[in-house]
């Protein structure tokens, strides 16, 4: 059995992971040994190798923040689960493994008949994706919305949830290769980024008001966003793809009313109520399991490449999420 670890953090993240060899534990108590399935990187992962995370765990720490797994085995009083049954992992637990030891009341049941791969990538970037619809602006039936790295794990589920919800998005991406695959999702406009971005998304909209920007680069991509808007409009900063600071204009900000916040997951774990999580991820995960809300997969790892795994990760012009997949040898 095998877990990546790490002890320090530093600038290049697969340089600070390891490979960490462990026997099979004797369970306690209400434990269960689960065979992970799937764990995906995400950018937060990396960000979290380096120190530049909002939280960082206690060294020396197991990495890897969500992942489905099988229950494998179970301890003596462990009687809320079975054997084989599919299950979401603790967030933060530390999923870039080939098996975990977690208590049976953190484990949260899964369909069984699901993919496991798809099931892997539902704690983040789905309930990121519908909260960024639905917490700051009241959008109704053919309103529309503007996002960047559109072609990023939570930008398509934006596009199949804003669809769902008869929004329309207007996806601003940074290759024209990437348009395809949006418009398959059921992107309403696709566009590549530049300084006359509000010209070509005026024109794609017939004019229309757009009233919310979603920004996950930063930088003068932000302006962008901002620059599209109508009078009174929010962006609303999600993600840091660029590393650099957000760039509105004081044109926008004083003469057009413009607003710039920010929106963390973290955080509306903190302020929602235990109803409104299990509503969004019953929700999410219904979704998912029915393959009718879906992510697509890049390169997929055994856990012993994760360095491999962790550079393809931090690569741009990826073709989908790199996943952890243990091998079951
Ligand atoms: N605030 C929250 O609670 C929260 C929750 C979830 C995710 N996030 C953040 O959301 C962002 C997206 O996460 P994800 O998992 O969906 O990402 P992902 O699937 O790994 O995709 C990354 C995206 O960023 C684009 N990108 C990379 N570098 C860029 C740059 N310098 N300029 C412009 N675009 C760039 C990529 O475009 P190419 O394909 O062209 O390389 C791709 O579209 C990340 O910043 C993540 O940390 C935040």
């Known amino acids: 059995m095998y877990r990546v670890q790490y002890s320090q953090r530093g600038p290049v993240p697969e340089d600070v992971v390891e490979v960490v060899e462990f026997e099979p534990p004797t369970l306690q108590d ?16 990396l960000l979290t190798l380096t120190g530049d995370y909002g939280v960082l765990p206690k060294l020396p720490a197991t990495a890897g923040n969500e992942g489905v797994g099988r229950v494998r085995e179970l301890g003596p009083n462990a009687s809320s689960l079975e054997q ?10 530390g999923t870039w493994a080939s098996h975990i030891v977690a208590k049976a009341p953190h484990l949260i049941p899964l369909p069984d008949q699901a993919d496991p791969q798809q099931l892997s990538m539902v704690t983040v970037n789905p309930p990121t994706a519908s909260l960024l619809l639905s917490e700051f602006v009241d959008l109704g039936q053919d309103d529309w919305v503007i996002q960047n790295a559109a072609n990023s794990g939570v930008g398509g589920y934006l596009i199949q949830l804003a669809k769902m919800r008869g929004i329309r998005t207007v996806n601003v991406v940074r290759r024209e290769s990437a348009a395809a695959e949006l418009h398959a999702m059921g992107a309403d406009v696709v566009l590549t980024d530049g300084d006359d971005l509000p010209e070509r998304v005026h024109a794609a909209t017939d004019g229309a008001a757009i009233r919310l920007g979603i920004d996950a680069v930063g930088g003068p991509a932000t302006d962008h966003l901002a620059s599209c808007l109508t009078d ?7 993600g840091l793809m660029s590393g650099e600071p957000c760039h509105v204009s004081p044109k926008a900000l004083v003469f057009r009313d413009i607003t710039l916040k920010g929106f963390w997951l973290a955080h509306w774990f903190q302020t929602s109520s235990r109803e409104q999580q299990k509503a969004l991820y019953g929700e999410l995960t219904a979704l998912i399991a029915s393959g009718k809300l879906q992510a697509r997969v890049g390169r997929t790892y055994d856990v012993r490449d994760i360095r491999d795994a962790i550079a393809e990760a931090g690569k741009g012009g990826r073709d989908g999420k790199v996943l952890i997949v243990p091998k079951t040898d």
């Open 84 to 93: 084989g049954q599919t299950v979401l992992l603790p967030v933060g637990i």
């Open 232 to 238: 009174g409009g929010l962006v609303v900063n999600y």
């Open 30 to 45: 209400d434990q269960v040994l689960v065979d992970v399935l799937a764990a995906p990187i995400n950018p937060s992962d």
